[in-house]
């Protein structure tokens, strides 16, 4: 088979079960209130199971990435999907708190085994320029999803279809898109595990984590950390900053969706734009353009803000395509996994701080000064960048 034709199936792939996975976890932001009403949930509950969810995606993310090295991408993504699925079929059979809070863990399970995995897998067959533009399209692959998913499972509940009909059918196209990603990744024998014996992968690395470049991995890290921190605040808040502006509810939770919008187009855009101008440049570029939008959303009454929210949604999500895509230079290719799964736990324990932080400032300080906040607090992720090597940096 042509490299050319592998790499593109192995992306394809990737970017399916990123659109699953990634629908999947975004639906349960739709179904919260509808749980809610069902079970008579009150807001502490709500929000003890979407953390429960985010909690077992970030604390299993490590292991998966461990785990590929022995096991192969391929079975583990087979694995993620097919707890994802059973995940979403036992919660259509729900009676009570405590089953849809297992069933929210298995989900929840079944997601941490994608982010890593996939990523890794599209690294390691774009060895070339081309593999941040790659992950951009990756990266946008999973907004894409992200939209399918809420919006159908909106537009099922809104014509009158049951939910439990409308979750069993996304359980059955979780476990129906495995047997999918296991028969493609097998007929292209890739994910099947890797016994590299070139020597860059038989070097060992500080402590076994094949990290090349310490210091750049760990600014890296910390701006990632602090961008998803405000990128998960703003997803949180945006909806109940654009009914402060006087719109109704129904109407603002569309700012949530224009935002995913621009997202998915900013993930593939911003991979070529770190590919053209360098990582430094291109994530300086798009933190300063998060920042004033986020000022001038705050500023411009309702049309206005629902205009800027695409164009602000490419800037606030894109620098992900930027952040993520330099993982690879800095990690041993036999550790990749290890390396992406670092990064994704990581970013998963930062969605969990962010909107709690800025949800106190906003109950101390207003929400404006929330907002305020996360625009000045998204500018300090520039600064650890500055310390990527310049070969790095672009």
Not at 349 to 365: E, H, K, M, W
Request: proline share 3%; net charge positive.
């Amino acid at each position: 088979m042509e490299i050319s034709t592998k790499r593109k199936l192995t992306l394809a792939t990737c970017c399916g079960a990123h659109i699953v996975q990634d629908g999947l976890s975004a639906a349960l932001y739709v179904l919260m209130p509808i749980l809610a009403q069902s079970f008579g949930l009150n807001y502490a509950q709500i929000g003890m199971l979407r953390s429960l969810h985010s909690a077992t995606m970030s604390l299993f993310e490590v292991p998966s990435g461990v785990l590929a090295e022995r096991f192969g991408e391929r079975r583990l993504l087979v694995f993620g999907l097919i707890c994802a699925g059973l995940g979403y079929l036992w919660l259509s059979t729900a009676t009570s708190i405590w089953v849809i809070a297992m069933s929210f863990l298995l989900i929840g399970t079944g997601g941490a085994f994608q982010h890593a995995l996939t990523s890794s897998l599209i690294s390691n067959n774009y060895h070339d320029a081309g593999r941040r533009s790659a992950l951009g399209i990756y990266n946008s692959a999973g907004d894409a999803g992200k939209l399918i998913f809420t919006g159908l499972l909106g537009l099922a509940t809104g014509i009158g279809i049951a939910w439990q009909s409308a979750v069993i059918f996304f359980g059955v196209v979780a476990l129906l898109f495995a047997l999918v990603l296991l028969y493609t990744l097998r007929h292209i024998k890739v994910g099947g595990g890797r016994a590299s014996t070139s020597p860059e992968n038989t070097s060992v690395g500080p402590g076994g984590w094949g990290i090349l470049d310490r210091t750049g991995f760990s600014t890296l890290c910390l701006s990632v950390f602090i961008d998803t921190a405000v990128q998960s605040a703003f997803l949180v808040f945006i909806v109940f900053v654009i009914a402060e502006k006087g719109v109704s509810n129904q109407l603002a939770t569309f700012a949530l969706i224009l935002t995913l919008i621009g997202g998915m187009f900013g993930k593939a855009g911003c991979g070529y734009l770190a590919q053209r101008f360098g990582v430094r440049s291109s994530f300086a570029l798009v933190q300063c353009a998060t920042a004033a939008g986020i000022i001038a959303l705050l500023m411009s009454p309702a049309l206005v803000a629902f205009i800027l929210l695409p164009i602000l949604g490419m800037f606030l999500q894109g620098s992900t395509s930027i952040t993520y895509g330099s993982i690879s230079d800095l990690i041993r290719s036999d550790r990749q996994s290890r390396g992406f799964a670092l990064l994704y736990s990581l970013a998963g324990l930062s969605a969990i701080v962010g909107p709690v932080t800025f949800g106190f400032i906003s109950d101390y300080s207003g929400l404006n000064t929330a907002m305020m906040a996360m625009a000045f607090i998204s500018l300090l992720a520039i600064p650890p960048l500055m310390f990527l090597r310049p070969n790095l940096a672009g």
